[in-house]
């Protein structure tokens, strides 16, 4: 637990229990150039989340909501870790957060939890932030008694994260794209040689959309359960509004209450892909605003 924690709370705590249902961030660190981890105060999403579930998040009033997987807990401390890429305006928003700020709402835990395997040899694999997803699902099936290996990957060394969290739960393979730390070359490569080796009976992978994709092409000649976790735009999280829909077998499912997590072999990834775009154009002008807002001084800059 990060060292300023405890001062944090007891500072809270101070102040009366009203606040404890305020969603103050309690911690913050950057774990890559654009990746940041966030420990915040959440006391009854942190006491029933289970592997694979998420939240959506609204910074303040006006904000936009979006999904983030609790990727850790910490009950004693009444806390969930979100780990945020700041791809655009919500989630710099977010990583500019200092300790002792508030994020208005959270609402959770969110969708289905995932289908820990109950013995043999799991792989779980994590491609950028989606290292951090899939460590909640390590974490459940450690506990279980799973084996698990972890295949992980960045562009380069500063880009690899949570690697000492998921030591502690068994062995990981780092990937980098140029080789400057561990092995070189892509998370893929990595995982099939590993399928090669034999004994892998499940796989977990979550990254983007191109990598869960291709991992689920490797699994499916060789027969390997494969689950990837799916995201695509996430409104309300409750099913309602019809804009997480992707395509299961043919089936139309809502990724916020039928998933997130899925069948890799069965999923419509050029679907998936071709909605992800939907929103670029408005995405794009949302990110220019929030830019020039920061230059002059309306907002606060990513890691001010
Ligand atoms: P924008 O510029 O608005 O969008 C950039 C891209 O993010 C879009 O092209 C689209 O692909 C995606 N996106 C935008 N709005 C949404 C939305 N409302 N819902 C889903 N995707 C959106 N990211 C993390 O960094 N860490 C996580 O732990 C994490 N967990 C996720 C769990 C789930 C179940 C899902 C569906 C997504 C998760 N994401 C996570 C992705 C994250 O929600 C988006 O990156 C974020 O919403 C982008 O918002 P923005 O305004 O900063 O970027
Ligand atoms: Fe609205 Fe899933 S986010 S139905
Ligand atoms: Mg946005």
Redesign the pocket.
């Known amino acids: 637990m990060p060292s300023s924690q405890p001062k944090v709370l007891r500072w809270l705590l101070a102040r009366g229990a009203a606040l404890q249902f305020m969603h103050t961030v309690l911690s913050k660190r950057k774990l890559s150039p654009n990746?940041t981890r966030l420990d915040v105060l959440a006391e009854r999403i942190a006491a029933i989340r289970l592997p694979g579930q998420?939240v959506i998040v609204r910074r303040g009033d006006g904000a936009?909501?979006?999904?983030?997987?609790i990727?850790d807990s910490d009950e004693k401390a009444g806390s969930i870790t979100?780990?945020?890429?700041?791809?655009?305006?919500?989630?710099?928003e977010l990583v500019a957060l200092d300790p002792g700020e508030v994020i208005q709402d959270i609402s959770g835990p969110l969708?289905k939890p995932t289908e820990l395997a109950e013995a043999g040899h799991a792989l779980c694999i994590g491609g950028g932030?989606g290292t951090?997803?899939v460590h909640p699902i390590a974490q459940g099936l450690f506990r279980r008694g799973v084996r698990v290996t972890s295949v992980i990957g960045g562009r380069s060394k500063e880009w690899v994260i949570f690697e000492e969290e998921l030591r502690r739960l068994g062995e990981v393979v780092v990937c980098t794209d140029d080789g400057s730390y561990g092995r070189k070359g892509f998370v893929t490569d990595a995982a099939k040689d590993l399928f090669a080796a034999g004994g892998v009976n499940v796989v977990y992978a979550i990254g983007p959309v191109p990598m869960m994709r291709a991992v689920a092409g490797l699994t499916r000649p060789l027969g390997i359960h494969t689950i990837v976790?799916?995201?695509?735009?996430?409104?309300d999280g409750t099913g309602m509004c019809g804009?997480?829909r992707v395509s299961i077998g043919g089936e139309t499912k809502f990724?916020?209450v039928d998933g997130?997590e899925f069948d890799g072999h069965k999923v419509d990834f050029d679907l998936l892909w071709d909605r992800?775009?939907t929103?670029?154009k408005h995405?794009?002008h949302?990110?220019t605003r929030h830019e020039e807002a920061c230059r002059i001084g309306l907002q606060k800059p990513e890691g001010y």
């Open positions: 990746v998420f936009e909501r979006i999904p983030l997987t990727a979100l780990v945020i890429q700041a791809v655009g305006k919500s989630t710099r969708g932030v951090a997803v976790s799916l995201n695509p735009v996430m409104v804009g997480c990724a916020c997130p992800l775009g929103y670029r995405e794009e949302s990110l």
